[in-house]
């Protein structure tokens, strides 16, 4: 009975490791606002919606009174490769406090389609599957917004 309830805890401890590392929220405590902006299209229109959307939050509320997390996934990847044209962008607001996460579930794929592994610019916090980090974000009180 003990050695049962020892491997439950064990269990139930790595359990709660995974969505951890699935789903580390972002170091702003006093925040009073919670975006996870979704991006699954290679658009770059839809792209700088995104960034728009970020910048305004950012002007609109003070930076430590949002949170903001742009998880991208499938085709949205993109906005994180190197030579994207919104690089200085993207890190611009990662320096003011947004989160850009990408999927290694659509990195794998592409990997395993193309047989070369995407680049990713250093500034992209890698998330094993995009859409369980917009689920756990959600449930953490983040509103999803797709622009």
């Not at 170091?27 to 975006?35: S, V, W």
């Not at 996934?73 to 044209?85: A, R, V, W, Y």
């Not at 990408?102 to 610019?121: A, H, M, Q, Y």
């Not at 916090?125 to 797709?146: A, C, D, W």
Request: a neutral charge; hydrophobic letters at 45%.
């Amino acid at each position: 009975m003990a050695r049962a309830f020892g491997f439950a805890v064990i269990a139930a401890t790595f359990a709660s490791l995974a969505r951890a590392e699935q789903a580390p929220l972002p170091d702003k405590p006093f925040a009073e606002h919670r975006i996870v902006l979704q991006l699954s299209d290679n658009d770059p229109k839809k792209q700088g919606l995104v960034i728009s959307v970020a910048n305004n939050l950012l002007k609109l509320y003070d930076p430590d009174k949002v949170a903001v997390e742009v998880v991208t996934f499938g085709p949205g990847i993109e906005l994180l490769s190197p030579g994207n044209s919104n690089r200085k962008l993207v890190e611009s607001l990662v320096a003011q406090g947004v989160r850009f996460d990408v999927c290694l579930n659509t990195v794998d794929s592409v990997e395993r389609d193309t047989g070369k592994r995407p680049e990713f610019i250093a500034a992209a916090t890698p998330v094993q599957v995009g859409v369980g980090q917009i689920l756990s974000l959600t449930e953490n009180g983040y509103t999803l917004v797709r622009p």
